[in-house]
């Protein structure tokens, strides 16, 4: 069981543990990012294991729904291990579950909170409750992202192509915009919908002014989910080749690193109308200034906002800067016939590739230098590790404060005790919050017992 926390760095660079991580598995390449530009790129901070929907893939385990939502005091002393851990500007998700299940007046807390410790929120949703006046209070308590995931395996009534779901996605685009957020799109990728990745990736250029990231994430067994193995259809060379269909530009993959190079794949494009290019065609250049934005101001953690990284590579750094420039001047002449059309807007995008691991195959390299973390009761955990695990993680109890002194709260019960409490059998659970193979196993094993409830 690869079941050990992330450790804590108290030392002056918190980027160090990653990076070092990086380089014990040959991933610490001159355009890797990962311990140079962030100390972790995101933590999940579960604040409900409810959701409204019943997906074919899901990581949720078939128990996750009997777990009572996390007290607003525990989450919020998860956010400051976060901070504790990563440093300023990490980016916290907050999810589930789906959190907008939980009242909004503890979301907005969590935001506040997050902006507090001077990092960045994201709230990943499928948007069934996200309406527009609830984005628009939490982007007021200091929301920075919004995620939508919407895809085939959530089995929308009355959407059954990814076509059809452009719909649902433009909804959404339109009750985020105006309100300060960057909007994303999260996809799962199967057998499928696969054959329909290209026109949703042009649909996604079509949009790329108003997106600032879309991520594509690939099959896996893990979770409840009814679907397990992943087809042969789906590979990561094909989902490459069709994104770059979509995109029509051949889209490179392998110019920037975002952690290890077999769990995520990253690039990014510019768009102006029906003109599209890649600011990373230049690969000297990129790797130039990967290594002198990683330089600047160590004891921040790395997690440093764009605008000071560029005021300072300016100062510090001009040649780099002048040839920076240069390449934006070729970006622009490349874009000129889109420039006229989209009436000088330009959109920059980027695009993910996750490739998660399945639950029986976890590889000790790629959860050691894991850049999506979760946080948990014995702080952060790599994602993939987490959902392998889950259950063991989601019903450990977790120390809260009280005007007594320290407790224990209970995830199966919601209580506060002194001491830490057991998750339940299944069999002391009611059936109807049992949900997946679990559920089939425990009805079949109560109706052999002859028990009615």
Request: proline fraction near 4%; aromatic fraction near 6%; include cysteine.
């Amino acid at each position: 069981m690869l079941s050990a926390a992330g450790p804590r760095f108290t030392g002056a660079d918190q980027r160090q543990p990653l990076r070092d991580a990086l380089s014990r598995y040959g991933e610490l390449t001159p355009t890797q990012t990962a311990g140079r530009m962030f100390a972790m790129a995101c933590v999940s901070l579960e604040v409900t294991q409810r959701c409204n929907l019943d997906c074919t893939l899901c990581y949720l385990s078939d128990r996750a729904e009997t777990v009572k939502d996390v007290p607003l005091p525990v989450l919020v002393s998860r956010i400051k291990m976060i901070e504790s851990h990563y440093g300023p500007g990490t980016s916290i998700q907050i999810s589930g579950g789906d959190p907008t299940l939980r009242k909004i007046e503890d979301l907005e807390a969590l935001c506040r909170t997050i902006r507090a410790q001077g990092m960045r929120s994201c709230l990943m949703t499928n948007g069934i409750k996200a309406t527009r006046d609830m984005l628009s209070r939490l982007a007021a308590a200091g929301l920075d992202d919004v995620a939508f995931h919407v895809d085939l395996t959530q089995e929308r009534a009355g959407y059954p192509t990814e076509e059809s779901l452009n719909a649902v996605r433009e909804a959404y685009i339109a009750r985020a915009q105006g309100l300060g957020l960057r909007i994303l799109f999260n996809t799962t990728l199967y057998k499928d919908n696969i054959g329909e990745l290209a026109a949703l990736s042009a649909f996604f250029r079509r949009h790329a002014t108003r997106l600032a990231l879309v991520s594509f994430q690939m099959q896996a067994d893990t979770g409840r989910g009814v679907l397990r193995q992943r087809d042969s259809v789906l590979s990561r060379e094909r989902v490459i080749e069709t994104l770059s269909e979509g995109f029509g530009l051949a889209l490179d993959f392998d110019a920037v690193s975002v952690g290890h190079s077999a769990c995520n794949r990253y690039t990014s494009v510019l768009v102006a109308g029906d003109s599209v290019v890649s600011p990373l065609s230049n690969g000297p250049l990129i790797g130039d200034t990967i290594a002198a934005l990683s330089a600047q101001d160590s004891r921040a953690g790395g997690n440093l906002d764009i605008a000071r990284r560029a005021m300072a590579l300016a100062r510090h750094n001009p040649r780099l800067a002048l040839r920076l420039l240069a390449e934006g001047g070729r970006w622009l002449w490349r874009l000129r016939h889109g420039l006229w059309r989209s009436r000088g807007r330009i959109g920059r995008m980027s695009i993910l590739i996750h490739d998660f691991m399945d639950a029986q195959s976890l590889d000790r390299g790629r959860c050691e230098s894991c850049v999506f973390m979760v946080a948990t009761a014995n702080g952060p955990l790599s994602m993939c590790v987490h959902n392998a695990e889950r259950d063991t993680h989601i019903f450990a109890p977790s120390r809260i404060e009280t005007a007594d002194g320290p407790q224990w709260w209970n995830p199966a019960t919601g209580t506060v005790g002194i001491a830490a409490v057991e998750m339940p059998a299944p069999a002391e659970m009611p059936l109807k919050r049992l949900k997946g193979r679990l559920r089939a196993r425990e009805m079949a094993s109560r109706r052999a017992g002859g028990e009615t409830r």
